[in-house]
């Protein structure tokens, strides 16, 4: 079983456009975040929610708008998409905002054309 | 504002040979660190976690150890296999603003030639 999963694994898409990436667990872990790694692998922080609250958002721009409906989902909506924010975009989860391993998805590989 | 950094950036080994992967970081506070791999166009693999009040974690052929004081880890790789090609990061955990973020490094990329 996956411990972390995220859909769509590609997604090639046109400037402008909007597109969602949805990430679940099931370790039962409180603790779900979004990082983005950029052409030079390296990884950032965006977002992180604790039991479905908000608890880190980095200087990200407010047309990334993360949604948890449940602590084992978090889902990253994208508006008016930008060459830009190609990338790959990775789930995470943790037992608790301040322990546990962090476990990661697979990444989703977002490309703008 | 931590920093990670991670030493050398890529790596080129014969098989067999034990090395060496640094990683240093500039604010001590932290609750963790953990090691990763990643391979290409894929996820990260959890390899190794130390707790701030520990000085080592082994698996296997692997070892990490970590010096607070110094802000630095290091994960050693006992008798290199092909296998073990891929990226390293780590990922320091920090108390910074309450926030926990886990700060990672740039990642040494190991190349083990059969």
């Known amino acids: 079983d996956t411990a972390v999963s995220q859909t769509p694994k590609y997604l090639v898409t046109q400037m402008g456009n909007d597109k969602s990436i949805k990430c679940e667990q099931n370790l039962g872990h409180d603790t779900m975040y979004w990082y983005k790694q950029d052409s030079k692998k390296f990884l950032k922080i965006m977002f992180s929610y604790n039991n479905k609250e908000l608890i880190i958002n980095e200087t990200v721009p407010n047309r990334f708008s993360p949604k948890s409906p449940d602590k084992a989902h978090l889902n990253l909506h994208i508006n008016s998409l930008e060459l830009g924010d190609s990338a790959v975009y990775f789930c995470?989860?943790?037992?608790?905002?301040?322990?546990?391993?962090?476990?990661f998805g697979e990444g989703s590989r977002l490309t703008v054309l | 504002k931590q920093e990670v950094t991670q030493i050398p950036a890529a790596l080129s080994v014969p098989e067999g040979e034990n090395l060496v992967l640094n990683c240093s970081f500039t604010d001590s506070a932290i609750y963790n660190l953990q090691w990763f791999r990643q391979d290409p166009g894929k996820g990260l693999t959890s390899l190794l976690l130390i707790q701030s009040s520990q000085r080592e974690q082994t698996s296997g052929r692997l070892n990490a150890s970590l010096d607070k004081s110094s802000g630095r880890s290091t994960l050693y790789i006992a008798a290199s296999q092909p296998g073990d090609s891929a990226t390293y990061l780590c990922?320091?955990?920090?108390?910074?603003?309450?926030?926990?973020?886990?700060?990672f490094g740039t990642g040494t990329r190991l190349k083990v030639l059969a």
């Open positions: 990922a320091v955990r920090g108390t910074a603003s309450g926030t926990y973020k886990y700060i």
């Open positions: 995470a989860s943790s037992r608790a905002a301040n322990t546990g391993e962090l476990f």
